[in-house]
């Protein structure tokens, strides 16, 4: 089996779109949030909370021709994998490595809904005005990973990952796999999405959203006896894999090594999840790692701030790991970025592991008694050096991811 490591990554999320930019703001403890003033046209829909990107556009060297088929969703994908790419000093090699040997495995949990309401008024008002030729490749679940294959020319491995909240850790860990059996010699990966009050809407439903709609900066509170739910939030993040003789043979700067993925179904329920199966998740990530519970130094939580969801997964993570590991929650400062939250709360975690600091959870005052017995991070963060880390995030349809880097100092 060949080893994988990260030589570049990017990307956009509602308190930054540089890691510079995202550490400031997480160290000074600055979330995203916001009320949504566009959604108070919304009748029923209960939460008025966003996490939006601020001042996202596309740059002048995008033509109206690369544009036509990507919605925001893609839009944001294909310019977080350019600034990936670049950063790996591979963006400029394109034309000459690109052999078959260079894929994609890229996620999010739906496309544009932009371009999904043109069918819908075609559906309602038996009338196809509106609708053109790009309109489906908008809409699609796949629209990212296509449009960043095609607009960079990459004719290896496509990979679609459509999982919901794991669509971006599954997209870096099928990557992983892909290179580790040999199949491809680099991958870009990772995870988008755009945000849209049909999102908050969906968790509306199940009663999941937070409603502190006269209190933005105080949701979401992952792990606290007082959070009142989950916050929608908006990114994109891509990192950049490569085979170990492959980036050395051409002098890339290597971030860290990707030693383990576990990836599982609960097969129980479509929306509650089940602590047993993210526990087996860890486990299995760990058995891929071949290390011990022992070396992982921090845990990335998925941690969306509602009850059950904390419950489950703080308790599975104690289990597995077997003590009171150092943990924190990405979400409390972005919200839940759906298809993008595992590539994004990866990329971070990454930066964090290099530099031996690990932000807070923001708004965790009163811990939660039924939460598992670990070592929750609050305020400014602290300062860790460790060689593992673990980055875990859990979906709709009981679908489980854990990915674990080490720590690069060759």
């Known amino acids: 089996m060949k080893r994988v490591v990260i030589t570049g990554g990017a990307g956009f999320s509602p308190i930054g779109s540089s890691w510079e930019e995202i550490k400031a703001n997480l ?29 996202f556009s596309m740059p002048p060297h995008y033509t109206r021709k690369h544009l036509r088929s990507m919605g925001r969703v893609a839009q944001l994908g294909t310019l977080a994998t350019e600034q990936a790419l670049e950063s790996a000093g591979l963006l400029e090699e394109l034309p000459r490595l690109s052999r078959g040997k260079i894929g994609v495995s890229y996620g999010s949990s739906m496309g544009s809904t932009n371009a999904i309401a043109v069918f819908g008024h075609m559906l309602n008002q038996h009338a196809t005005d509106g609708l053109n030729a790009n309109s489906y490749l908008k809409m699609m679940s796949h629209t990212a990973a296509v449009n960043i294959g095609v607009h960079f020319g ?59 709609n006269d209190t933005p900066e105080c949701s979401p509170r992952p792990f606290d006896r007082d959070r009142d739910g989950l916050v929608i939030g908006e990114g994109a993040s891509t990192v950049v894999l490569e085979e170990l003789s492959f980036a050395q043979a051409r002098g890339a700067t290597i971030l860290a090594e990707i030693v383990g993925y576990g990836t599982n179904s609960d ?58 590991v150092p943990i924190s929650a990405f979400k409390s400062y972005t919200g839940h970025t759906l298809g993008a939250c595992g590539a994004l709360e990866a990329w971070v975690t990454i930066h964090m592991m290099r530099e031996r600091w690990f932000h807070g959870t923001a708004n965790l005052r009163n811990l939660d008694a039924d939460c598992g017995d670990l070592d929750y991070l609050t305020g400014s963060g602290r300062n860790i050096t460790c060689d593992y880390v673990m980055s875990n995030n859990f979906a709709f349809g009981g679908i489980n991811t854990s990915l674990i880097f080490k720590r690069w100092d060759q």
């Not at 000074?28 to 209960?46: P, R, V």
């Not at 971006?168 to 990772?190: F, L, P, R």
Request: aromatic residues 6%; proline residues 2%.
């Open 154 to 212: 990459l004719q290896g491995r496509i990979i679609t990952t459509s999982s919901a909240c794991t669509s971006g850790s599954q997209g870096i860990g099928y990557a992983y796999e892909a290179i580790k059996s040999g199949a491809q010699d680099i991958m870009v990966a990772g995870g988008a999405e755009e945000l849209c009050p049909t999102q908050a809407a969906v968790f509306d439903t199940l009663y999941a959203t937070s409603t502190c």
């Open 267 to 324: 097969g129980m329920h479509v929306t509650q999840p089940n602590s047993e199966t993210m526990e087996v998740a860890m486990r299995l990530a760990l058995e891929d790692a071949g290390i011990n519970s022992a070396n992982i130094g921090y845990v990335s939580a998925h941690g969306t701030a509602t009850d059950r969801g904390d419950v489950a997964e703080t308790q599975a993570t104690r289990r597995a790991l077997g003590r009171a």
């Open 27 to 55: 160290a000074e403890e600055k979330t995203g949030t916001q009320y949504m003033t566009d959604w108070d046209i919304y009748d029923g829909l209960t939460t008025r909370l966003g996490a939006p990107i601020k001042n």
